[in-house]
């Protein structure tokens, strides 16, 4: 789950990670009051979206500039209104953009030098790493592939947690000294306590910056939270905003069910992630191209079966659908009178191809052999992603 960067400030706030003062507006009525809350000076506008490229995005109309640094209020009035309600483009959205509804004020900084600061988790090795780097404010991407020397990657003991001579060692990397390197260690120290009790699975400040008056705060703010602890964060798990979210994406959640919506047309179900990955790389391999993941998980119930087909069947692009089950847990029984229910009730007009093995199977494939409904069945995978390949094209 991620959050937007006023809501990132607001934590970093709990954790005394230093940050210009802010204000938002998600209303063109708050814009004047969200301003007045501000000192008087140059202001910052910044589109909040779960996005990145702001600063170069343009809205639908053409307006250009979802982050704009402005000369006073009135200025900022001006650009927060062209801004909030109107949609933003970057290249981290797609074509569709993503709807502003919520802008984000703060007095502008004067930048001295501006660097990277993140902590996220290695998966390689199964430890949080915290990554800085001289050089802020743009992708760190391109600086991995330009000029990797100026990344200074150091792994955290997760049974040790991050020593003080760990952050030293991050603040002297960056060339900070004096006042800015007591503050510089300790704002890394704080960021992995956030890290760490917030169940964080990125904590990113980009820029990390050092003002002209020799101070070091957080310009900009990127947190996400690893779904699975929501459970227990129950203060993050307030801040999640479901208008930067696929709707699809959102009733699945509801019912327990792990979905992705990705560009293709041919629809998967299939009960568990590794399977599903499987599952959708053999679609790519003859030629088919998955119009989504979806695990329905070790466990599911005719209903979240039922639930499944209806989430799928709400993407336009869908021109066919794979079903692909090994029953452990699940029997295969159960999956087969979920998908003859799904099929009754919702008329499924796309090629549906149905893989099961595993408990039951034999049952499973009676019930669907016996419903009478335009079911293909298959009894490997290949063969299934074959078969759903070509209905597809058809159809």
Same mark, same amino acid.
């Given at each position: 789950?991620?959050?937007?960067?006023?809501?990132?400030?607001?934590?970093?706030?709990?954790?005394? *990670?230093?940050?210009?003062?802010?204000?938002?507006?998600?209303?063109?009525?708050?814009?004047?009051?969200?301003?007045?809350?501000?000192?008087?000076?140059?202001?910052?506008?910044?589109?909040?979206?779960?996005?990145?490229?702001?600063?170069?995005? *343009?809205?639908?109309?053409?307006?250009?500039?979802?982050?704009?640094?402005?000369?006073?209020?009135?200025?900022?009035?001006?650009?927060?209104?062209?801004?909030?309600?109107?949609?933003?483009?970057?290249?981290?959205?797609?074509?569709?953009?993503?709807?502003?509804?919520?802008?984000?004020?703060?007095?502008?900084?004067?930048?001295?030098?501006?660097?990277?600061?993140?902590?996220?988790?290695?998966?390689?090795?199964?430890?949080?790493?915290?990554?800085?780097?001289?050089?802020?404010?743009? #992708?760190?991407?391109?600086?991995?592939?330009?000029?990797?020397q100026k990344i200074t990657r150091v792994s955290?003991?997760?049974?040790?947690?991050?020593?003080?001579?760990?952050?030293?060692?991050?603040?002297?990397?960056?060339?900070?000294?004096?006042?800015?390197?007591?503050?510089?260690?300790?704002?890394?120290?704080?960021?992995?306590?956030? &890290?760490?009790?917030?169940?964080?699975?990125?904590?990113?400040?980009n820029p990390l910056i050092l003002t002209e008056?020799?101070?070091?705060?957080?310009?900009?703010?990127?947190?996400?939270?690893?779904?699975?602890?929501?459970?227990? %964060?129950?203060?993050?798990?307030?801040?999640? #905003?479901?208008?930067?979210?696929?709707?699809?994406?959102?009733?699945?959640?509801?019912?327990?069910?792990?979905?992705?919506?990705? #560009?293709?047309?041919?629809?998967?179900m299939v009960n568990g992630a590794g399977l599903?990955?499987?599952?959708?790389?053999?679609?790519?391999?003859?030629?088919?191209?998955?119009?989504?993941?979806?695990?329905?998980?070790?466990?599911?119930?005719?209903?979240?079966?039922? %639930?499944? &087909?209806?989430?799928?069947?709400? #993407?336009?692009?869908?021109?066919? *659908?794979?079903?692909?089950? &090994?029953?452990?847990?699940?029997?295969?029984?159960?999956?087969?009178?979920?998908?003859?229910?799904?099929?009754?009730?919702?008329?499924?007009?796309?090629?549906?191809?149905?893989?099961?093995?595993?408990?039951?199977?034999?049952?499973?494939?009676?019930?669907?052999?016996?419903?009478?409904?335009?079911?293909?069945?298959?009894?490997?995978?290949?063969?299934?992603?074959?078969?759903?390949? %070509?209905?597809?094209?058809?159809?």
């Open positions: 789950m991620n959050i937007h960067e006023y809501q990132a400030k607001e934590l970093f706030q709990q954790y005394g *990670i230093p940050a210009p003062q802010g204000s938002i507006a998600q209303s063109q009525q708050e814009i004047e009051a969200a301003l007045d809350s501000l000192p008087d000076g140059p202001v910052v506008v910044k589109s909040q979206i779960h996005a990145g490229g702001r600063g170069k995005g *343009i809205f639908d109309d053409g307006y250009q500039g979802g982050v704009q640094v402005l000369g006073g209020k009135e200025e900022a009035l001006e650009a927060a209104g062209r801004m909030l309600g109107n949609t933003l483009v970057t290249h981290q959205t797609g074509p569709a953009g993503r709807k502003v509804q919520t802008v984000y004020f703060t007095e502008a900084s004067r930048i001295e030098k501006e660097y990277y600061l993140a902590i996220l988790l290695d998966r390689a090795t199964a430890r949080p790493v915290i990554v800085a780097s001289t050089e802020g404010g743009v #992708d760190i991407e391109k600086v991995a592939a330009k000029t990797p955290i003991d997760p049974s040790l947690g991050l020593m003080p001579f760990q952050a030293r060692k991050v603040a002297l990397s960056l060339g900070f000294t004096g006042t800015a390197f007591r503050q510089a260690v300790n704002i890394v120290m704080a960021l992995y306590r956030l &890290f760490q009790e917030r169940d964080a699975s990125l904590v990113e400040i008056d020799g101070n070091v705060e957080a310009l900009d703010a990127k947190m996400g939270f690893d779904d699975n602890a929501l459970y227990r %964060q129950k203060e993050v798990a307030a801040l999640r #905003d479901l208008n930067e979210e696929d709707p699809k994406e959102v009733e699945a959640s509801k019912h327990s069910l792990n979905y992705i919506a990705l #560009d293709g047309n041919i629809a998967c599903a990955m499987a599952t959708m790389d053999i679609i790519k391999h003859y030629g088919g191209n998955p119009a989504n993941f979806l695990d329905v998980g070790g466990g599911a119930t005719e209903e979240q079966v039922e %639930q499944a &087909f209806q989430i799928i069947l709400s #993407d336009p692009k869908v021109e066919g *659908i794979l079903v692909n089950i &090994f029953g452990g847990i699940m029997k295969c029984d159960v999956i087969a009178a979920g998908i003859i229910g799904a099929a009754k009730s919702m008329h499924i007009e796309v090629p549906l191809v149905v893989r099961l093995e595993g408990t039951n199977v034999e049952r499973g494939k009676e019930l669907l052999s016996e419903s009478g409904l335009a079911i293909t069945s298959a009894d490997s995978l290949s063969e299934a992603a074959q078969k759903i390949v %070509q209905l597809a094209s058809v159809n």
